[in-house]
């Protein structure tokens, strides 16, 4: 259900790692210098968990017991699971995985605190500015590029882009829809990772939420705070379904235009338009053009994103190979052998 995340949050670097950057065990530590148009220079430090991919990003140089804006950047599946294939369902499992984020990230630095009553307490709050929700299911990404390829979403502007048969992308400003081949994504990773011919066919859809569209779709047009499952799964399903219904007939245009001049009565001044369209044949050229039309296959791709994510969330997700997907699937690829009664009906 989550994959990456990344907030900010005000931390202060412990000494340890203040006046010469570097990194406990475990981690790495890289900086960056540069200048930006203004002419101001500035420096930014990263921390790398490598093992877990958790990245502490510090604009500016660390300063002894004063509290700095950091961002922090992490898979919370790969957190949990080791990998990204396992989707988190439960809000207990969001709970565990930021807890461990709290727990990595207290290594290099402390929460500033605040003095009350006669106790401390922190003060710094979380503030997510980019969120990854993400599902998964059955089915042959073939078909979903097939059935999406010239299918626009009303908050992108533009259409899909499609790279080969494994992904599709509407890429907006903030927010990006993927749809891709899960197994070839981790066969691309990994090579020498060999995975059985039963390990196919698992599409995962991914929505990648910053700005403004973060806070409508999960803190109602307020900073995001904290993560909820059932409003993160809405939040996808909301995103997905003005999708609907999807077909896609793949036939040629001139086929296309023919059927449509039947079914709808085209005219040209007083004459039907199937007539003109088909002046320019004779009568071999047409009996030749019907047993073509009888060869031709045509396919129709139907995805009903509202059956494809229910509104109450599956509670079981199948497992096979890394990887958690649902069984919900309801889309449909079909082929069959185009009739030629409509083009052989009133031209025998």
Not at 79 to 84: D, P, Y
Not at 248 to 255: H, V
Not at 259 to 274: R, Y
């Amino acid at each position: 259900m989550l994959d990456t995340i990344r907030f900010t949050r005000l931390y202060r670097i412990k000494s340890n790692y203040v006046s010469v950057p570097n990194a406990p065990n475990d981690w790495a530590h890289s900086q960056t210098t540069g200048q930006a148009r203004s002419g101001f220079h500035y420096q930014t430090h990263v921390f790398l968990h490598p093992f877990t991919g958790l990245r502490m990003i510090l604009q500016g140089h660390p300063q002894p017991g004063k509290s700095q804006k950091c961002f922090v950047e992490v898979s919370l599946s790969k957190l949990l699971f080791g990998n990204n294939g396992r989707l988190i369902k439960t809000q207990s499992k969001i709970d565990m995985a930021m807890k461990r984020v709290h727990a990595l990230v207290s290594q290099i630095a402390d929460l500033p605190r605040l003095k009350l009553g006669t106790g401390m307490v922190p003060y710094s709050t979380i503030g997510f500015n980019r969120v990854d929700l993400c599902w998964q299911i059955r089915g042959r990404m073939p078909d979903f590029i097939r059935a999406h390829q010239y299918v626009r979403h009303p908050e992108v502007h533009k259409l899909p882009e499609t790279y080969g048969e494994q992904t599709i992308r509407w890429k907006g400003s903030e927010m990006n829809i993927l749809i891709y081949d899960k197994f070839e994504e981790i066969r691309d990773h990994n090579r020498s990772h060999k995975l059985p011919k039963s390990a196919k066919d698992v599409v995962r859809i991914e929505v990648q939420l910053t700005g403004s569209k973060l806070e409508r779709l999960l803190g109602k047009g307020r900073t995001v705070r904290k993560l909820r499952i059932e409003v993160c799964y809405e939040a996808l399903r909301q995103v997905l379904s003005p999708f609907r219904r999807t077909y896609n007939l793949q036939a040629s245009r001139f086929l296309q235009a023919c059927c449509l001049a039947i079914s709808e009565h085209w005219k040209v001044g007083s004459q039907d338009a199937i007539d003109v369209l088909l002046a320019g044949y004779t009568p071999a050229g047409r009996a030749k053009m019907r047993r073509e039309l009888h060869k031709q296959t045509l396919d129709a791709y139907l995805i009903d994103w509202q059956k494809e994510l229910p509104p109450k969330m599956p509670s079981v997700l199948f497992v096979q190979h890394g990887c958690s997907f649902s069984m919900t699937s309801n889309y449909s690829a079909t082929r069959w052998k185009a009739s030629s009664k409509l083009m052989t009906s009133r031209h025998p």
